[in-house]
């Protein structure tokens, strides 16, 4: 058993919308490779002040664990 972690904390900063459809094709295209075991997702936000602008800015992160087996040839 072998595990991955993908998150979107790693990722480099995007349009939030880009930034999770990149992290979901990521996630799916590895998911379609190997034979996986189980998945555990996790998810955080919280609100960040930028002092220099006085801007508030919410953000989302998400992770995925994936545990799993590489796919047996033949």
Known sequence: ???KLFSTNYMP?????????AFENELNQFIAGVDV??????T???LCHDAQT???E??????VLV???EKSKG
């Open 1 to 3: 058993m072998k595990i």
């Open 13 to 21: 900063e995007q349009e939030k919308y880009q930034r999770f459809a």
């Open 37 to 42: 075991i189980d998945i555990k997702f996790s």
């Open 44 to 46: 955080s936000s919280g």
């Open 54 to 56: 006085h801007v508030n």
């Open 58 to 63: 919410y953000i989302d992160e998400l992770s």
């Open 67 to 69: 545990m799993y087996n």
